[in-house]
């Protein structure tokens, strides 16, 4: 207990001495060693780097989990190191009510039917976004958080260390100040005095001591010679310039001391804050490996969006013959604000015709095609389309084709025609025109 309070005097008495370091250098009344400019770029770039880190961490979680008691959750169980509890997807939780939604209305009703497909479509988004989730958390997340929490905090942790050698250094250095002008000051008033004679005390504070009368002792009208400045028990002034030349000498070794532990903290310093370079180089490979996953699990969901809605076009033509194949709606339209070329280079990639049509299409040809009667309609392209085969059309954005389809061909696909060239379609790519 007497070790702790020891220290906590001595931890208080230091915190008080910063306290009035940094005081006196804010207000310009000490002397502040400073930094040389590279090292203050340094500084400000890791300073940067831990911010920016920070904010991009936030905002890819609430990405990953956009409920803020969840991340919570997440946060508590991690710092109890404990298991976070599975948790189902949005996607699987809305599964799980169509497909109950569907036992109850009756699974064989069109109605019912309709809701099991999607059903089993949520439910593989849902997992795709669970893996999404799974991986942007290894390949992005972690990384980010061992740098705050590992990295960061031994840069941080060396940075006070530093800030602490560099107050040791200022003050050994106006202590030496001092010392030396304290020095000056004793030689010259040593240089104005008489070394070899002293004069004897006044007669008035003699009497007060002595009140027997004035009669001063002998010695102090003679020469004062070292031996007798001894006898006295005082310091004269050569003593004293003696004294604080011993000072000076203790201090200066302090400030090499001192200037010494400050450049070797520096050193390390320098190197862990050059090591941000490295940092921001592993920040890329994974921000690469973030983007990488977050396309896959958008082309998951593409695909998965794509053959629902071919399992619909086919119910819905079954349930409604008489209705013309397509929609006016496009499956997956642009925000209108997307160039044309931008939104070509953004679509997935529709399926070949040769995985999507049927045995008797494929042998479809397409020079002994001819437009039906009635049912054919104008079409506007909403976005270009490269044809995989001699069997597809390629289309421009905003243009204007015809098209119409033929009995037995898929939903998603219809024969495009423009001037005297004609070819399979993508509904998906096409707004309807009435």
Same mark, same amino acid.
């Given at each position: ?319 409604? %013959? $008489? ?5 006016? &709606?496009?499956? =997956? *339209? #642009?925000? @209108?604000? !997307? ?19 049927? %045995? $008797? ?5 397409? &020079?002994?095609? =001819? *437009? #039906?009667? @009635?049912? !054919? ?58």
């Amino acid at each position: 207990m007497d070790f702790n309070m020891k220290k906590l005097a001595s931890d208080a008495g230091i915190f008080f001495t910063r306290a009035v370091q940094f005081t006196e250098e804010k207000f310009g009344q000490a002397e502040k060693t400073e930094l040389d400019a590279h090292f203050e770029n340094l500084l400000v770039r890791a300073d940067s780097t831990k911010n920016w880190t920070e904010r991009i961490l936030r905002q890819t979680e609430v990405l990953l989990q956009p409920n803020p008691s969840a991340r919570v959750e997440e946060f508590l169980y991690e710092k109890l190191d404990r298991k976070v509890p599975s948790r189902v997807t949005n996607g699987e939780l809305l599964a799980q009510y169509m497909a109950e939604a569907a036992g109850e209305l009756g699974p064989t009703t069109p109605y019912g039917k309709t809701l099991l497909k999607v059903s089993e479509a949520e439910k593989r988004l849902g997992a795709a976004e669970r893996d999404f989730i799974h991986t942007a958390s290894v390949s992005f997340l972690t990384p980010l958080r061992n740098f705050l929490e590992g990295d960061w905090k031994t840069i941080s942790k060396e940075r006070r260390l530093l800030q602490n050698r560099r107050l040791d250094l200022d003050a050994c250095k106006a202590r030496l100040k001092k010392a030396k002008a304290a020095e000056a000051k004793a030689t010259c008033e040593g240089d104005t005095l008489d070394d070899t004679s002293r004069p004897p005390p006044p007669r008035a504070e003699w009497k007060e001591k002595h009140p027997g009368g004035w009669s001063p002792p002998c010695f102090f009208l003679l020469p004062l010679t070292p031996s007798v400045t001894q006898a006295r028990g005082c310091l004269s002034l050569p003593e004293d310039g003696k004294l604080w030349n011993d000072e000076v000498d203790k201090a200066e070794q302090e400030l090499r001391v001192a200037q010494t532990e400050f450049d070797r903290q520096a050193e390390v310093t320098r190197l862990l804050l050059e090591g941000i370079s490295s940092t921001h180089v592993n920040h890329l490979r994974c921000l690469h490996e973030f983007v990488k996953s977050q396309m896959t699990y958008y082309a998951q969901c593409y695909r998965h969006m794509l053959d629902l809605q071919k399992q619909l076009g086919s119910s819905q033509a079954a349930i409604f %013959p $008489g209705t013309f194949v397509g929609t006016t &709606e496009p499956a =997956s *339209p #642009p925000l @209108s604000t !997307t160039s044309p070329t931008t939104a070509a280079a953004t679509m997935p990639v529709v399926p070949t015709v040769a995985s999507l049509a049927t %045995p $008797g299409e494929a042998a479809l040809c397409l &020079e002994e095609v =001819s *437009p #039906p009667a @009635s049912g !054919t309609r104008k079409a506007r392209v909403l976005y270009d389309y490269e044809a995989a085969d001699s069997s597809e059309l390629a289309l421009l954005a905003d243009e204007l084709i015809t098209v119409y389809s033929l009995p037995g061909m898929d939903p998603d696909w219809l024969i495009g025609e423009r001037g005297n060239k004609k070819g399979k379609v993508p509904v998906t790519y096409l707004e309807l025109l009435s």
